[in-house]
Nanobody, 120 residues
Framework: VQLQASGGGLVQAGGSLRLSCAAS????????MNWYRQAPGKQRELVAT???????NYADSVKGRFTIARDNAKNTVYLQMNSLKPEDTAVYYC???????????????WGQGTLVTVSS
């Protein structure tokens, strides 16, 4: 199972970006799909999470600006980021709890990270 993230880049404050993360491989089921971020010199933090069949939740710092969504048919999770601020600058990582084909337990997988830079 692999997660491939894309969509990062450089944007001015107030702008928007959309991140995508596609899971591939022998997948039986995907549980939670999440976006984390890690800014320089800081710990990785959870930005948004969307469980399978449940409502999304967000970090207070991004509520009202970011929207997480998933397409189960494509095994893909998205993060729409609006009204971006310089403090949103970080490497963004997707993460998912995946039950691979032929297995009964869920395992965490991570994407490779995509850099988002917001200029002031």
């Amino acid at each position: 199972v692999q997660l491939q993230a894309s969509g990062g880049g450089l944007v001015q404050a107030g702008g928007s970006l959309r991140l995508s993360c596609a899971a591939s491989g022998s997948i039986s089921r995907i549980n939670d799909m999440n976006w984390y971020r890690q800014a320089p010199g800081k710990q990785r933090e959870l930005v948004a999470t969307i469980p399978s069949g449940d409502t999304a939740n967000y970090a207070d710092s991004v509520k009202g600006r970011f929207t997480i969504a998933r397409d189960n048919a494509k095994n893909t999770v998205y993060l729409q980021m609006n009204s971006l601020k310089p403090e949103d600058t970080a490497v963004y990582y997707c993460n998912a709890g995946v039950i691979a084909t032929g297995r009964w337990y869920s395992k965490d997988y991570w994407g490779q990270g995509t850099l988002v830079t917001v200029s002031s």
